[in-house]
């Protein structure tokens, strides 16, 4: 499980240990990984593999992969990041950097996780997307762009491993009270009906796993959002995206 050290990651770490489950958690904070695997050992007495790892570096990236090759039943794909401003007010770096941890950790462990679950005709991958993947939404370009990859990569996949007792589950949740949000303060005006906790994102994610499910949206209110959203022309939608970052950004100006 990739960003087990918080947030959604975490979440979905206790809930699979609570069930009796072992697992071996990745995330880049090794201190407070080593935190939440001991936590996870003494309240549930589980085994508890800590995999301290940079994604986006070649080596640790590396290693995660070695160990999947090993064969896991699960795979969750959670680690990701985003960042929230017009795509030319901010460094190239950081959407080069969405990029970096959002996909190619995603498909290679992926493409690791699944050749040795195929050969032992069992396993499940889950891949933690976003609402966000399914329109153009300006203003979260990169990281928007990067969750309509893992949407259409994943559902692909899915359908590639079909009939070999493994699946893969995208889960496509709204806006999610966690580290990375809250350090998107443009977000801060939503209401609070919007938001969602990571346990129930990973609740979600787990209930669609075991029903070896393509894809769920967790709640049923972004289930309504994204059938509405559906059936609006795509360029009303990027219009209306398009006008709302200009109108944020104009209002971000000094005067």
Do not use: C
């Not at 589950?169 to 005006?189: K, Q, Y």
């Amino acid at each position: 499980m990739t960003g087990a050290s918080r947030g959604i990651g975490e979440r979905f770490a206790r809930q699979l240990a609570e069930t009796g489950t072992d697992l071996v958690l990745v995330a880049r904070d090794a201190e407070r990984l080593e935190q939440v695997a001991k936590d996870i050992r003494d309240q549930h007495g589980v085994q508890v593999e800590v995999l301290a790892a940079d994604l986006t570096d070649a080596a640790g990236l590396g290693r995660v992969e070695a160990r999947l090759h090993d064969g896991v039943d699960l795979l969750v794909n959670n680690a990701g990041a985003a960042t929230m401003g017009g795509f030319l007010a901010l460094p190239v770096e950081r959407a080069v950097a969405s990029v970096d941890l959002n996909v190619t950790p995603l498909v290679r462990l992926t493409h690791a996780a699944l050749g040795a679950m195929v050969a032992a005709g069992r396993g499940a991958v889950i891949n933690v997307s976003s609402i966000a993947g399914l329109q153009p939404t300006s203003g979260l370009s990169a990281y928007a762009g990067t969750k309509a990859f893992v949407n259409s990569f994943s559902e692909a996949v899915h359908e590639e491993v079909r009939g070999t007792g493994v699946t893969v589950t995208t889960v496509l949740p709204g806006f999610i009270r966690t580290d990375m949000s809250a350090a998107m303060t443009e977000l801060n005006a939503l209401p609070s009906f919007l938001w969602l906790t990571p346990d129930v994102v990973a609740a979600a994610g787990l209930r669609a796993a075991r029903r070896g499910r393509p894809v769920v949206v967790p709640s049923l209110r972004f289930k309504a959002i994204v059938v509405w959203l559906a059936l609006l022309p795509r360029s009303v939608k990027r219009r209306a995206s398009g006008a709302g970052t200009r109108r944020r950004m104009r209002s971000a100006r000094p005067a």
